[in-house]
């Protein structure tokens, strides 16, 4: 296992994930926890040093089925992250409450890493409205010594993760991000790379796989990468971006044995992406996404003539993510936060965008799809 550093710990380059624990019987929230004890052992005998888990993964069992399978384990042999779960509205009022739940879940005294999960358009004016005292609580918890290191998780816009780094980054230790290299460019997880390294923040990367997605490419594309690194696996190609893109920690949600063992491997030893691989990588990430989305390049042309004063091209960049991942939560999460008559379904069809657009999208159409799909 290689280790990074962070501060004066030495953190596995793999972290052990438990969002997509093995289940029973296909039931998500029905961890199979002799399987979870099997893969934790495992890990834990081979170098994975870092947990992470949260509040309502696999339907709150992901907590207790993980505390239960660390508790085999020596407390000062793993470092413990999990999270607030912000992206429930209705827990912004009980962080104390959960916090403490947390505890007795994972049966520890205190927490190595904790997050202010989720940070995005649904939840921001709630974090950042004092009286709910989120972030006054947990500074409070680090002082502590119930929380050792306090960061934050993203999955909003930059412009959101720039308001929430102007009012609590004076106080956050680490970041986490979906960062891969389909995302790089596609979800602008570069632009959000950069932000949190001008605010010294390392980076911890969730999703480095996309749901499993990267693991498995088309022919064309897996034989281009074959041609450059004969003995690298797609899921290979994936993790080596990220050692290229110097990521502190890499959560893998891994759901077997076999899964776990694949990733230890790889993260065995270090064979960063030279910038030639990352060039074709980034060519297939391209090839990849361009079916089925729309090449809005965010000119704002037509911002200015739609009479609903509808944000375009944030509406577009929600459609080519939700259609590309043919569902997903992060567009609709998205579009809880706008106001009824700025969401897809308030497009008059008028056609005036359109008429204006440089790269000729058919926006009313796609805005229609758009309420078809969700």
Known sequence: MTYNDFQDLKLSALG??????????????????????????????????????A??????????????????????????????????LSNMPRVKEIFEQQLERLQVEYFDFY?????????????????????????????????????FSAHGSYEVMERFLAAYGAGMEFCQLQVN????????????VELIRQHGLPLWVMEPLRGGKLCSLAPEYAERLRALRP????????????????????????????QLKCNVQIFSDRQPLDEKERGVLMEIAHQMVTPGTVPCTACRYCTSHCPMELDIPALLALYNEHKFSGGGFLAPMALMSYPEDKKPQACLGCGSCA??????????????????IL
Request: proline share 5%; with cysteine; glycine share 8%.
């Open 355 to 372: 008429a204006v657009c440089p790269q000729q999208i058919d926006i009313p159409g796609t805005l229609a799809d758009f309420c078809e």
């Open 115 to 151: 997050l202010i999960h989720n940070v995005c358009e649904l939840n921001i004016d709630a974090y950042l409205d004092p009286q709910y005292h989120i972030y006054d609580y947990l500074m409070e918890q680090r002082r502590l010594g119930r929380i050792r290191h306090l960061g």
């Open 181 to 192: 290299w389909l995302d790089w460019d596609f979800q602008k997880a570069s632009s959000k």
């Open 16 to 53: 052990f994930g438990s969002m997509r624990l093995p289940v029973i019987d296909g039931d998500d929230n029905r961890p199979d926890e002799a399987r979870v004890q099997e893969m934790v052992d495992y890990a834990m005998s081979h170098g994975v040093n870092y947990y992470d888990t």
């Open 231 to 258: 003995d690298e696996t797609p899921t290979g190609w994936a993790f080596r971006f990220l050692q290229a893109v110097d990521a502190t920690v890499v959560l893998s949600g891994m759901s077997s044995l076999e």
């Open 55 to 88: 509040w309502g993964y696999h339907g709150g069992a992901s907590e207790p089925v993980m505390g239960r399978a660390l508790a085999h384990h020596p407390r000062e042999s793993f470092f413990l992250a999990t999270k607030f779960p912000g992206y429930d």
